[in-house]
């Protein structure tokens, strides 16, 4: 129980373009996910946590306005990286909370040329 | 605010050696306690945990304690075996109820050889 799926697990972008990448709690209701950047050789960074049916919250330094976090429903939050640039080029993982815990989606890697 | 400290790999040991990762915390008030593994490829799975002071985790002959008065959580095992090779990941959150946000260490790469 508690999977959560993430969408894709790859993708190669354009600079300029948008970016969507989809995270599922597929056999539980998620109220909060969150959102991870991950830098090579570093650790996870949070980027931002969205509730169900509320803005989300971005932690400090992040752009809200690049990072376009929704999260319309109990079991889908959405990560869209607008206008990408190569420094945009990481590794994002969602996680989604549950009454024992978190679980992590799977990640997204995100390389923008 | 809340920080981990953890070990700075990586890390290669032979087969059957004994592993120590070691990982220290600050926080306020009495944060749950968290090791995550990642394998090549994949998404963070959860290790162990412990949600207070003198509490054990384990979780696949791995084990960490954790340990309120010297603020730490070292993760142990006395017999490593090439399939736990992976990035291990130190991390705390106020909660164990997964409503909090997660703070990681730097995470330590592990490497075991046949």
């Known amino acids: 129980g508690a999977v959560v799926s993430q969408h894709p697990s790859r993708v190669i972008c354009k600079s300029g373009t948008s970016v969507k990448i989809e995270c599922r709690s597929l056999d539980f209701q998620a109220t909060t996910m969150f959102w991870y950047r991950q830098f090579p050789k570093k650790s996870l960074m949070l980027m931002a946590t969205?509730?169900?049916?509320?803005?989300?919250?971005?932690e400090q330094g992040v752009e809200k306005d690049k990072f376009l976090i929704n999260h319309a429903s109990l079991t889908l939050s959405t990560l869209t990286v607008t206008s990408a640039h190569p420094e945009d080029s990481s590794f994002y993982i969602c996680?989604?909370?549950?009454?024992?815990?978190?679980?992590f989606g799977s990640g997204t890697r995100l390389t923008v040329v | 605010g809340d920080s981990v400290t953890q070990m700075e790999g990586p890390v290669t040991l032979s087969e059957e050696a004994f592993l120590t990762i070691n990982c220290t915390y600050t926080a306020t008030g009495y944060p749950s306690l968290f090791w995550y593994v990642q394998y090549p490829g994949e998404g963070l799975q959860l290790l162990l945990k412990a949600t207070k002071a003198d509490d054990k985790g384990s979780n696949k002959g791995f084990e960490a304690t954790y340990r309120k008065e010297t603020t730490s959580f070292h993760l142990e095992k006395g017999s490593v075996q090439v399939s736990d090779s992976a990035v291990y990941f130190c991390?705390?959150?106020?909660?164990?109820?997964?409503?909090?946000?997660?703070?990681f260490g730097t995470g330590t790469r592990l490497t075991i050889i046949p």
């Open positions: 996680s989604a909370s549950h009454p024992y815990g978190y679980t």
């Open positions: 991390a705390l959150s106020d909660s164990w109820k997964g409503n909090e946000k997660l703070t």
């Open positions: 969205s509730n169900e049916g509320s803005k989300a919250t971005y």
